[in-house]
RNA sequence: CGGGGCGUGGCGCAACCUGGUAGCGCGCUUGGUUCGGGACCAAGAGGUCAUGGGUUCGAAUCCCGUCGCCCCGACCA
C-alpha cells in the first residue's frame, strides 16, 4: 500500500479529549476518529488491526468448533420482555418503535437472539452441543464512555453461545472457550490475566474474565503471583496482614475533633489497623453497623451481597441511634446487628465510644461486643492471598474477554428445549462468552509504546513492513524503493511504503508513532553503495544489508522474535 | 444521574477576569530553495468566537437557558 494513495491522518500534537496513552495514540496515528461520544470511525490502518485481531479470533472458535453467524442489530422487544431484561436494563438499552409503533432495541448482548434460535432450530440431544458465534457490533448507551475506544456505545464485539445438554457438557464448552481465548489473547502479544469474576446479571454459575494490566484499564485485579489466585476485586478476598496488638485495658479515650481514622490513629499515635472503622447503613430490614478494620475499606458489592439493597445512614440517624456524630460511632453499647468484617475476629481495638469527642481503647471484638462475621474489606496490594497466603498485588486492568455458565437463564423463558434419550423436554443449558476486539487492540498499545509511539506486536501489525524512501524526487532513490516495494509485496509481505513527497524527518517520526514491527529505510546509502536499512521498531536495532539482501533479511526478521 | 472543567479557522491554544468587532503555533494552497529524525523564504486561503435569549451605544468577553465534549463518582447484562 502506498501511503501517498491512502488516508492515514497522523496528528503532532496529542487530542485534547485523550488521556489515556491507547487514546492518544491511535488518534494520532490516524486509526480511528470520534463521531459523537463513544462512537468511532474506524479509518483504513484502524480497520486492518480490527481485521487482523478478528482473524485470529475466527481461527481460534472455528478451532474448537465454533459456527460463524451473524444476528440482527434490531431485536424486537419481545424477545427481552421475555427473559425480563427489558424491564431489568434501564437507559444502557437503545429503545425505538418501528413505523407500527412496535417496540425495539439494539443488541446489547445477544442471549435473547441465540436461545430464540436454539427453541426453533435445536430439537433433539443429537444436535447439541453447539457453539455460534459472531462478530457484531453491539450497542449500549453507556452512561459515560471513556478512554477512546475502550468504553464505547457501539462497539464491535465477538460473543459466542455454547448450546449443551448438560452441566457436564456446560464445562467442557466453558474449557473449550478458556483454552481458546487464552491462545487469542496470546497470540495477539498481550500480557492477560484469567481472573474470577462476579457473574452479575449475567446470572449463572460460574464466570472468568481475561484482564490485560494496564493502568488505562478500568477494572481492578488482584493477583497472586506464587500460587495463581487471580480474581477481579469485585470478590477477590485477601488475608490483611496482622498487626502487633498491644496490651490495651479497656478504657475509655477523649479523641477531640478526631472524626476520620486517620485522625484518631495520629492523635493516638498508634496503627490505624488497629483501629475499627463503624459505619452505619439502612437495609430493607432496618440501620445495621458494619464494621471494618481501619486501614481497610468497606466493599460495597461484597455487603451488597450479604445484606440486599442498603444505603448508608443520614446524620440525622446516626445521631438519634448512637447519641453521638458519625465520626465517633462504635460496636460497644449500641443497640444495632453488628456485622464484622473477619479479621477483626482477633485483635484488640480503638472504636468510637458513641459519644462525641470520645473512642474506647481495649475494645475486643466477641468479649465487649456480638457481631456476624463476613468478608467485607477490599483487597489490597500488600495483603496476603486468601488461596496461599504469599503477598497479593492489586493492579489496574482492561477486560479484553469474558466467559460465563449462563446455565438456563435465557434457554427456560424462551423456551429452548431438547428431547433427551428419554424422550423427555429439558431446557438447554447455556454459556455465553464475550471478546472486544477494539480493546485488545487498545491494550496491546497500551502495553506496547514508548515515547514516539505505537510498537505493535507483529500478529495484529497493520502492516509487516514500513518502506521508507528518503527522498522521493531522487530518481536512482525512487527507482531502488519501488524495486523493493515489488518484491516484498511478491513475497507476500504486507508493506505500507511511504512514497510521500515529505521530508525525511517527517516520515521516521511518522513510521515510529504507526509502530509496524520492521522499517525498511532507501536512503542516500542506497544509492551510493547500494545499502538499505533494516530496523526493528521495538527494539530500535538496525542492520544496513546490501539491497538483493534485503527482502530475506525481512522475512528471517519477520520469522524471529520480535 | 451527582460533582468539576472545557467549547475561538482542520488540529493545539491565546484573547474573556477589566466589553470596543479576533491572534499565535502546527497543518493546508502556490512558487522557490532544500532533503537520513517533525526544514527555510515568499505569497495566500480559511473563523456566524457551540447555540438561543438577555444586559449594553457596542458582547468571543457580562448574565440566564440549551446542546456538545472531557475528567471524578454512581452505573456497567
Known amino acids: 500500500m502506498r501511503w501517498s494513495k491512502y488516508l492515514i491522518p497522523t496528528l503532532k500534537e496529542d487530542p485534547a479529549e485523550a488521556e489515556a496513552v491507547s487514546h492518544k495514540l491511535m488518534v494520532r496515528a490516524g486509526l480511528v476518529r470520534m463521531l459523537a461520544a463513544g462512537i468511532y470511525v474506524y479509518l483504513p490502518l484502524g480497520q486492518r488491526v480490527m481485521e487482523k485481531i478478528n482473524a485470529i479470533i475466527r481461527e481460534e472458535m472455528n478451532r474448537i468448533g465454533g459456527q460463524e453467524v451473524t444476528m440482527p442489530v434490531i431485536h424486537p ?10 424491564y431489568d436494563i434501564g437507559d444502557e438499552m437503545f429503545r425505538l418503535k418501528d413505523r407500527n409503533k412496535r417496540d425495539m432495541c439494539l443488541g446489547m448482548t445477544h442471549e435473547e437472539v441465540v436461545a430464540w434460535l436454539a427453541s426453533k432450530e435445536v430439537r433433539s440431544y443429537r444436535n447439541l452441543p453447539q457453539i455460534w458465534y459472531q462478530i457484531q457490533t453491539k450497542e449500549r448507551d453507556e452512561a459515560r464512555p471513556k478512554s477512546g475506544v475502550l468504553r464505547t456505545r457501539e462497539f464491535l464485539m465477538k460473543d459466542s453461545y455454547s448450546l449443551d445438554m448438560d452441566e457436564a457438557g456446560l464445562d467442557r464448552s466453558y474449557e473449550l472457550h478458556r483454552e481458546a481465548y487464552c491462545r487469542v489473547f496470546e497470540r495477539c502479544g498481550l500480557r492477560f490475566y484469567v481472573v474470577e469474576s462476579d457473574p452479575g446479571m449475567m446470572g449463572g454459575a460460574g464466570a472468568h474474565e481475561f484482564m490485560a494490566p494496564s493502568p488505562a484499564g478500568e477494572d481492578e485485579v488482584a493477583i497472586c503471583s506464587s500460587c495463581g489466585y487471580a480474581a477481579n476485586i469485585e470478590l477477590a478476598c485477601s488475608q490483611p496482614n496482622k498487626p502487633a496488638f498491644p496490651s490495651w485495658r479497656l478504657e475509655e479515650v477523649a479523641t477531640p475533633d478526631c472524626r476520620t481514622i486517620e485522625q484518631v490513629s495520629s492523635y493516638l499515635g498508634i496503627d490505624p489497623g488497629l483501629t475499627i472503622k463503624s459505619l452505619m447503613v439502612v437495609t430493607q430490614e432496618g440501620p445495621l453497623l458494619c464494621l471494618v478494620r481501619g486501614d481497610q475499606r468497606l466493599h460495597e458489592k461484597k455487603l451488597f451481597r450479604l445484606i440486599g439493597e442498603f444505603r448508608p445512614a443520614h446524620r440525622d440517624e446516626i445521631k438519634k441511634i448512637s447519641q453521638a456524630e458519625a465520626g465517633f460511632i462504635g460496636p460497644l453499647g449500641i443497640d444495632l446487628p453488628i456485622l464484622a468484617d473477619s479479621c477483626l475476629q482477633e485483635g484488640v481495638y480503638v472504636a468510637g465510644a458513641n459519644k462525641d469527642g470520645y473512642h474506647i481503647r481495649g475494645v475486643i471484638p466477641g ?25 497479593l498485588t492489586v493492579e489496574c486492568a482492561i477486560e479484553v474477554g469474558n466467559i460465563f455458565k449462563l446455565g438456563i437463564k435465557y434457554s427456560v423463558p424462551l423456551k429452548a428445549h431438547f428431547l433427551d434419550e428419554k424422550g423427555e423436554a429439558r431446557p438447554i443449558i447455556m454459556g455465553s462468552y464475550g471478546i472486544g476486539p477494539a480493546r485488545i487492540a487498545a491494550a496491546a498499545i497500551e502495553q506496547n509504546h514508548d515515547a514516539n509511539g505505537i510498537i505493535w506486536p507483529k500478529s495484529i501489525a497493520p502492516f509487516q513492513v514500513h518502506l521508507l524512501v528518503v527522498n522521493v524526487s531522487d530518481p536512482k532513490m525512487r527507482e531502488m524503493a519501488e524495486r523493493l516495494y515489488e518484491e516484498l509485496c511478491r513475497n507476500g509481505i504486507e508493506v505500507l511504503f511511504d512514497d510521500r513527497d515529505e521530508r525525511p524527518g517527517v516520515k521516521f517520526k511518522d513510521a515510529d508513532l504507526l509502530g509496524i514491527p520492521i522499517r525498511v529505510t532507501v536512503g542516500t546509502l542506497a544509492i551510493k553503495e547500494g545499502l538499505v536499512d533494516i530496523r526493528v521498531r521495538r527494539t530500535g536495532e538496525e542492520v544496513r544489508v546490501p539491497e538483493g539482501e534485503g527482502v530475506n533479511r525481512v522475512k528471517a526478521r519477520l520469522g524471529g522474535v520480535m
Open 367 to 391: 468479649q465487649h461486643f456480638k457481631a456476624r462475621y463476613a468478608d467485607l474489606h477490599l483487597a489490597q496490594t500488600g495483603e496476603g492471598c486468601p488461596k496461599c497466603g504469599n503477598t
Open 77 to 86: 422487544a419481545e424477545l427481552w420482555q421475555q427473559t425480563g431484561r427489558w
